[in-house]
Each structure stands twice: as structure tokens, then as C-alpha cells.
């Protein structure tokens, strides 16, 4: 029996969308060309709300507050995913930086997010530099353990009666005039009612097959984990792009880099000494920890910042949710729900600002 939706790419965005679905009653298959989760969404750092929301597109802002609400709930209907609250602290090493802590107080204020101000952030981490002066303490923000997630979310769609078919490479599509009818695989045709791709930066060429042009592109991003013992931090801290991320046994992620290398997702020399030492100059108190590993993303990035989320004009049976850059982790939820609610004819929200034609 041919399933009545295929979802291409197995990251945390086709897992989520393939778990929605199938709750639907559709009949899903979930195709991921090499193991589950280990793309984009394995190399994140799991971090729940935007870096510099503030400086967002307003449509992509009101998405990630949004998803951010419900990410409680989806976190208690997964498995082993670790979702915790612990809170950001962002640090003033300089103009720029207390421009963005600016920025950041006023938008979250604006929304009734509470922000706390602080003079001296060796006080609450004691790994920082005693000399660092003034930041911003939000409190209210939570993480996961982002490279479970994608895995969890494949188990509980299975339990659905999702089909998920790792190593399974998507080659083309398959057409009549006017509508794409499934897919070509590495393993054989996948006959569709509707085909979603999620497939992060390797969606343009693909889509590129049947006359579809979007404007993605992979930004790599490396990632370096210490080895710490539990609460040596207990907040994640950010200043500029960079961050320290705790998580629950005392591993650190430390990143991360932005960098358009194509599709070559190895670590460097260059970029995890510069990750090292721009965290050991804000944190000297990580100088000492064993690094364990290190790896690298390719972050599926559009010019605007805006995501792909709908229907390519003049061409039915095809849907799009991709694009969402170092945002997917928080949007997968939200993004969810707003694919089943296109299938059914009823997007909840303007999906104008996203439209694959923009």
C-alpha cells in the first residue's frame, strides 16, 4: 500500500512534521539519506530561543516565540530528551555586546519575558573572568539535549505507523504535469499523495530537479565538548555569536563558527582554537577541562533569514519546510503543526512571509 505522505529528511524538522502527521491518520513514510539526526540537528547546541531575536525579521521572531511556548509540552512527550530551564546569561565584553544586551532587555521586556540586569557575572559562574563587567541574566529560557530529539521523535513516530527508512537517499521526484507524485530513491520509487522536504541545505539541488529555486545555502558550524564535572556551570552564557552550553553530567558545548565552506562539514584547526580561546578568554575557570571531541554542521541558511514553509506555486503535491538556519531545534514543534494544518487547507498563521516565491 502506498503511503499518502512522504517527508524527506530525517532531521529534527522531518521527524517532527512526520510524527504530526501521522497523527493525523496518514499514512507516512520518512526518508533520511544516511542515519537519523545527524545532520544540522545533531550539531546544534540545543539551545531553546535565538541568540539576537531582537535583530530577527519580525516574521521569523513571532515564530520562534511562539514555538518557544510550546516546547514544554512537546519536550514531556519524548523520550530521555533532557529538557531543562536553566537560564541564559549573555556578557558585556564590549560596546557591540552591551548594544545587543540593549536590544535583547527591550524586545523580551516588550513581551513580558522577565530580564534581570548584572553588574558583576563572576558572581553567578564562577569560571568567568572576574574582570568582565555587566550583562544580562534571562532566566526563563530551557535547552535540550538536541542530538536525542531527532531520534526520539523517529520512535514515537514508528510507534504511529511511520515508516522510517534511514540510508535511504532521495534522488528526484516523480511527476505528471503540474504535480509531483512521489519520489525516486536509492532503494526504489515511493509513490505520494503529498511530498514535504525538510532536508535542510541539500533541499535546493534537489528541488532544483523539478524547477523549484530556493535560496539555500550551508553555513558550517563547528563545536568543540568539554568534559566538566555537574554545575560547574549552570547557565548557558553567550557573548556575540559564541556560547557555553551545560548540560545535566557536566559536558560543555562550546561554538561555534559561521563559516561558508560548501558542503564540507569538517572540523578545522583554525576554527576549534578560535572557539577555545575566545571561550578561555571569558571563562579562564575552562582552561583546565579535557577537551573530549569536536564536530561540525552545515546550518541550512537563506538570505533573508526567513524559512521555506509552503507550496511552491504551479505545482500540487509538494510542500515545503525548510531553511530554518540555527533556528530549527526551537521551531520543529511550531513547524509541526503548521505543515499538517497546510495539508488540511488552514495554515493558523500568515505564511505569506515564507512562501517558497518570495
Not at 12 to 30: D, F
Not at 316 to 345: F, S
Amino acid at each position: 500500500m502506498h503511503p499518502d505522505i512522504a517527508v524527506v529528511g530525517g532531521g529534527i524538522i522531518g521527524t517532527a512534521v512526520a510524527r504530526e502527521v501521522a497523527r493525523t491518520g496518514s499514512r507516512v513514510v520518512l526518508l533520511e539519506r544516511g542515519d537519523v539526526g545527524r545532520e544540522a540537528s545533531w550539531a546544534a547546541a540545543g539551545l531553546l530561543t535565538p541568540i539576537h531575536i531582537a535583530d530577527y525579521p519580525a516574521p521569523l521572531a513571532d515564530l520562534c516565540v511562539r514555538a518557544a511556548g510550546l516546547w514544554p509540552a512537546f519536550a514531556a512527550d519524548l523520550h530521555d530528551v533532557e529538557f531543562r530551564t536553566n537560564g541564559v546569561l549573555m556578557l558585556a565584553r564590549d560596546e557591540i555586546d552591551r548594544q545587543a544586551i540593549n536590544a535583547i532587555s527591550a524586545f523580551r521586556r516588550t513581551h513580558g519575558q522577565p530580564v534581570e540586569p548584572v553588574d558583576v557575572p563572576r558572581e553567578l559562574e564562577s569560571v568567568l573572568d572576574p574582570a568582565l563587567r555587566g550583562g544580562l541574566l534571562i532566566p526563563g529560557i530551557a535547552q535540550v539535549r538536541n542530538n536525542r530529539v531527532p531520534r526520539a521523535l523517529a520512535e514515537s513516530a514508528a510507534k504511529l505507523g511511520v515508516d522510517v527508512r534511514p540510508n535511504c537517499e532521495v534522488t528526484g521526484f516523480m511527476r505528471v504535469p503540474g504535480r509531483i507524485t512521489g519520489v525516486k530513491t536509492s532503494r526504489g520509487d515511493v509513490i505520494a499523495r503529498e511530498t514535504i522536504v525538510c532536508s535542510g541545505a541539500w533541499g535546493a539541488d534537489l528541488l532544483e530537479t523539478v524547477g523549484v529555486r530556493v535560496d539555500l545555502h550551508p553555513v558550517r558550524g563547528q563545536i568543540v565538548l568539554l568534559d566538566g564535572p555537574p554545575d560547574l556551570v549552570r547557565r548557558v552564557f553567550l557573548w556575540g555569536d559564541r556560547y557555553v552550553v551545560p548540560r545535566a553530567d557536566g559536558r560543555l558545548l562550546v561554538g561555534t563558527t559561521m563559516e561558508e565552506s560548501g558542503f564540507d562539514k569538517r572540523t578545522t584547526a583554525a576554527g576549534v582554537a578560535a572557539i577555545l580561546a575566545r571561550a578561555i578568554e571569558v571563562a579562564p575557570g575552562l582552561a583546565g577541562l579535557p577537551v573530549i571531541t569536536s564536530w561540525a554542521g552545515l546550518r541550512p541558511a537563506t538570505r533573508d533569514r526567513l524559512p521555506y514553509i509552503g507550496r511552491p506555486p504551479g505545482l500540487d503535491g509538494l510542500v515545503l519546510a525548510t531553511g530554518m538556519y540555527r533556528n530549527g531545534v526551537l521551531l520543529a514543534p511550531l513547524i509541526a503543526r503548521l505543515v499538517c494544518e497546510l495539508l488540511a487547507g488552514s495554515p493558523s498563521l500568515d505564511l505569506g512571509p515564507f512562501r517558497v516565491e518570495r
